[in-house]
């Protein structure tokens, strides 16, 4: 998308496919949905997919009049068999950008590959910190005083891959990994539409092993002003 114009929603042809993938409820996907709804927003949802049938954020795309499609990980064998049709069925919407919301999955390196650049994941962690799950009660057992999620390109390492953006939130006296969690996640309702807008605008891309937003490397991992999430 970076070398595309200003996209207006009045032209298809100039609006970014997005297919959004989950696993459960979609509070993210919700956010998104929401987001792209505005008429100025530069890119539309063509698809959601999940891997679970019973994933709760399946209605949320119905009710938005969302295509959706499920591929079921438990009907395959492995891992790779499973990704060669996720990797089929994604390309058949011929997306600008997946975008990862509660995904629970971890993909092969092929597909990661595969749509290098166009792949974007939230982690509810700062990372490089708490890659991997448990990651408020992790953030509580090691007594950090701050935590947050993260918005990254997907590479091969698994929550590894550059990061986009930042989201902070204090950790309270008698915080609980639910707590704690909720507040995270009310910071990744508002973060994850932004960054995929400027996705969208060709604001944000992957560079050889960096971000890049409007063309050159990003000095330091993005944060919002915090009247953002007000
Ligand atoms: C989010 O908190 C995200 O950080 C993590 O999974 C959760 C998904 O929640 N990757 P939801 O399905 O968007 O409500």
């Known amino acids: 998308m970076t070398s595309q114009a200003t996209p207006s929603s009045s032209d298809d042809a100039l609006e970014a496919r997005i297919v959004v993938l989950i696993s ?8 998104l949905i929401e987001a ?9 949802i063509v698809a959601v997919g999940s891997n679970r049938p019973e994933a709760t954020g399946l209605e949320r795309a119905d009710q938005a009049g969302i295509e959706t499609f499920v591929l079921d990980h438990t009907g395959y064998s492995d891992r ?19 975008i990862l919301a509660g995904f629970m999955r971890i993909l092969t390196p092929d597909f990661v590959r595969y749509f290098r650049g166009k792949l974007i994941n939230v982690h509810p962690s700062l990372l490089p910190r708490y890659q991997g799950l448990k990651t408020h009660q992790r953030a509580l057992d ?38 704690l969690g909720a507040r995270v996640q009310a910071r990744e309702h508002v973060l994850y539409p932004i ?35 007000q």
Not at 24 to 31: P, T
Not at 36 to 44: K, N, Q
Not at 83 to 92: M, N, S, T, W
């Open 24 to 31: 459960g409820a979609g509070s993210n996907l919700q956010a």
């Open 142 to 179: 090691a007594g950090d005083s701050v935590h947050g999620a993260s918005i990254h390109f997907v590479t091969e390492e698994l929550d590894g891959g550059p990061v986009i953006a930042q989201a902070e939130v204090p950790v309270l006296e008698n915080d609980t990994a639910d707590t």
């Open 80 to 98: 790779q068999s499973f990704d060669v049709d996720l990797l089929r069925k994604l390309e058949g919407y011929n997306p600008d950008l997946v």
């Open 195 to 229: 960054i995929a807008r400027w996705f969208c605008e060709g604001r944000i891309a992957l560079g050889n092993d960096e971000v890049l937003f409007d063309g050159s490397p990003m000095p330091a991992i993005l944060t919002l002003p915090a009247d953002v999430y």
């Open 36 to 44: 792209t709804a505005s008429s100025d927003f530069p890119g539309r």
